[in-house]
């Protein structure tokens, strides 16, 4: 497949994350009560947007893409590497390539959504979109904490 996209949403998963009114200890009481209101939406638009622009975004330069004529947007310099004939993103990084793929979607998602008129997209604006931002980031910041209790580094 050259091009294409994709689009998954687990709403019924999302949404028992904070419906289940468990107490969720390092979590104000004002802002549980915002989750269990906004967190299915807020993820909605953060999947949105790990899907289709996370995933969706990012060019392979390749070798016959003529790279020296492509400027590094962050450093207004001609490329310096690119991929060669044969080489893939799998073969380039081997086993991490999909933890990688996945953060830059997440990383995407995160970085995007408080971009304005992101969330206007959506359907969300004025304080909506605040509190659609808001609960993304502290759901997303809950799942990384809650995912330590798993971690294991041996």
């Known amino acids: 497949m050259v091009q294409g996209f994709k689009n998954v949403d687990l ?3 999302v949404s028992a994350r904070f419906a289940s009114g468990e107490d ?3 979590i104000s009481p004002a802002d549980q009560a915002m989750m269990q209101e906004y967190w299915a939406d807020a993820d909605t638009v953060l999947t949105g ?3 289709l622009l996370g995933h969706g975004a990012g060019r392979i330069i390749r070798e016959t893409d003529d790279p020296a004529s492509i400027t590094n947007p962050f450093t207004q310099q001609p490329l310096k590497t690119w991929y ?3 080489q893939t993103y799998g073969s380039v990084f081997g086993s991490i390539a999909s933890s990688m793929e996945e953060c830059r979607a997440e990383t995407s998602s995160l970085f995007l959504s408080p971009v304005p008129g992101v969330q206007e997209i959506f359907g969300f604006d004025g304080e909506s979109a605040s509190v659609s931002i808001h609960a993304g980031w502290l759901g997303m ?3 990384g904490v809650d995912s330590l209790e798993v971690l294991s580094i041996l």
């Open 49 to 51: 947007l790990h899907e």
């Open 84 to 86: 060669t004939p044969g």
């Open 11 to 13: 709403g019924n998963v």
């Open 141 to 143: 910041a809950k799942m």
């Open 24 to 26: 969720h200890l390092y």
